[in-house]
C-alpha cells in the first residue's frame, strides 16, 4: 500500500481488452500474497496510448500491463529499459517510478519459466525450434538462449526477417549457442522443443510443416492457447509429440510483472488451474 493508504493500483492496457484475463489472474495474486492493490482493464483508443497511460499516471497509478497493439508504443514511450525490453523491442511492462517509466518485457521468462518448471522440460543441450519471426517470436528469443540450447532453428515464411532475429541474438553477445534460419521447406532432423510463436492459430492453421520434425519426446508448444488445443496442437498431437497451450506463459509471464511491482514472487499453479478450469467451463 502507498503512502496514506491510498490502495496502489494497476492495470492492463489494450485494444480490445475485453477478453483479458490479467484483472483474474491479479486479483488471485494480490489475494495470496496480501498486497493491497487494484488492477483493471482499460481500452485506449489507436491512437491514444500515450496520453491513457499519462492519464493513469497523473491519478495516482502506479504500473501497467500492456498488449496488443501498444506493446511498440509501450517501448517508445519508457525512459529506461531492462536488458530483455531492450532484446526484445517491446514492453509489456510499465512501473511507474516518479518521472520514470521503466519498460519491461515478461514474455520470454514467462514461456520458459512454464516449459522448465510447470512442464518440467529442459532447454539445456537441447535441439529448438523456433516457428516464426515477428514480434512473439522476438520477445521470446534472448531468454530461450540464455537457457543453453545446443541449437536453436528459427524457421519462417520469410528467412529474411528471421535473419533478423539471428543478427539480434549475435548483437548481444549470445555466442555459445549455434542459431540459424530456414524457410518451412528446408526444416529437417527432429527437435526436443518445438514452439509456435506464429498467428496461424489465430486463423486455425498450422505452418506448413512435416510432421517427422516431431517424435515421442518432443514438446510442441504453442503460444495461444483456448479451450481446445489449437491447430498445431492437434497436428502435433497427430505426429505423436508432447503438446502444451500458452496459458502458462500467460500466468508466468503475469507473475514476473507482479514481481516487478511489488517485490513479492506469487504461487502460480492454482492460479493456472483455475483459470483451466474457467476456460473448459466456458466450452460447455
Known sequence: MSEFGKID???VIGNPIGHSKSPAI???FAAQTAQHMSYK???APLGGFAASVHAFRHTGGNGANVTVPFKLEAYAMATHLTARAEAAGAVNTLKFEGEQILGDNTDGIGLVVDITRNAGATFQNKRVLLLGAGGAARGVLMPILLEQPSELVIA????GKAQQLLELAYSHGVDTVAVSVSDWAQLSGEFDIIINATSASLSDEVPPISPALFNASTLAYDMMYGAAPTAFLRFADNAGAQI????GMLVEQAAEAFYVWRGVRPETSSVLKTLRQSLELGAQ
Request: no cysteine; charged share 20%.
Open 26 to 28: 491479479h486479483a488471485q
Open 9 to 11: 493500483q494497476y492495470l
Open 244 to 247: 502444451r497451450d500458452g496459458l
Open 156 to 159: 519462417n515464411r520469410t528467412p
Open 41 to 43: 482493464a482499460l481500452m
